[in-house]
């Protein structure tokens, strides 16, 4: 794996309750969200900042869909996103180091079908240059990130705990403050 910012942040997050160290840099809100080539479900590269500029995003960010809490977590987006009032050009990304069968598999076996599903398997260039490597596991951490309509990170939430839920009410707030 090739980490052009290679800093570790420990302390930060944990894995049932064991400290786990965050590889790449500490975004912060205002940053401009860095682009990094990830697998679509048909083995496409895409690049989801390019391809959906112009538009709010949110990128849920989840070790594996595979498992109870990022599952769940998935299809309380998915579900979330079907009430959103904001504006309705938002997109949705589920990013995780599944492979894209698996994440293809997840969506059809959940009937999830308003999230893109985009796979970091290749190295974990995307979670390297967002930060959310956990460096002892070598998966993603769970986050939620928002980037607004200007290509700025406009929310954050690195999970503090890896097994717990991130904040629905507050990234799903930010969405649609960032959709305006």
């Known amino acids: 794996m090739i980490i052009e910012n290679n800093a570790e942040h420990a302390g930060v997050v944990t894995f049932k309750g064991a400290p786990m160290t ?23 590269p895409v690049m989801p900042l390019a391809e959906s500029e112009g538009t709010a995003r ?76 956990l460096k002892e596991l070598q998966l993603l951490a769970r986050a939620v990130f928002v980037v607004g309509k200007d290509g700025r990170i406009a929310y954050k939430e690195i999970v503090g705990e890896v097994a717990s839920e991130p904040d629905y009410k507050k990234a799903m707030e930010a969405l649609k403050t960032a959709s305006v």
């Open 58 to 133: 949110l990128f849920v960010v989840v070790p594996s869909v595979d498992t109870s809490v990022c599952s769940l977590e998935s299809k309380r987006f998915s579900e979330e996103l079907k009430s959103f009032s904001g504006d309705a050009a938002v997109r949705v990304y589920v990013v995780s180091a599944d492979l894209p069968f698996a994440q293809k598999r997840w969506c059809g076996a959940e009937g999830v079908d308003n999230l893109t599903m985009l796979s970091d398997y290749k190295g974990l260039a995307w979670g390297a240059a967002w930060g959310v490597i």
């Open 22 to 44: 965050l590889v790449g840099p500490a975004l912060v809100i205002g940053d401009v969200a860095p682009e990094e080539t990830l697998t679509g479900a048909g083995m496409n």
